[in-house]
Nanobody, 123 residues
Framework: QLHLTDSGGRLVQAGDSLRLSCTAS????????LSWFRQAPGKAREFVGG???????AYYADSVKGRFTVSKENANAMTLQMNGLIPDDTAIYYC?????????????????WGRGTQVTVSS
């Protein structure tokens, strides 16, 4: 079973850019979807963006569209490039994986999760 390690979170200023990484413990088969979620204090975990591994199709939440980009870095890693960060982006960011043909925005669909990486955006 694959394990995911998410990393790259830190304290940044509003307007800054930040790049998060998600690395799998092994080869990611083309049947998988990898996505990023985030959870702010007192709020539910929410979908940020996802990538269908077999063809690179991406799908984003409206709140990050145009600012965030999910990309395949290599055969077992993806990144989340975040530009124009705002304080509302402050959260723990998680990568997650599911064997599927579509990019599900529902966290309950995902079977494997990273431990999370903290992103804090100061105003």
């Amino acid at each position: 079973q694959l394990h995911l390690t998410d990393s790259g979170g830190r304290l940044v200023q509003a307007g800054d850019s930040l790049r998060l990484s998600c690395t799998a413990s092994g080869y990611i088969a083309s049947a998988y979807v990898l996505s990023w979620f985030r959870q702010a204090p007192g709020k539910a975990r929410e979908f940020v963006g996802g990538l269908r591994w077999r063809d690179g199709a991406a799908y984003y939440a409206d709140s990050v569209k145009g600012r965030f980009t999910v990309s395949k870095e290599n055969a077992n890693a993806m990144t989340l490039q975040m530009n124009g960060l705002i304080p509302d982006d402050t959260a723990i960011y998680y990568c997650a994986l599911v064997s599927a043909g579509v990019i599900y925005p529902a966290a309950s669909r995902y079977t494997t999760w990273g431990r999370g990486t903290q992103v804090t955006v100061s105003s």
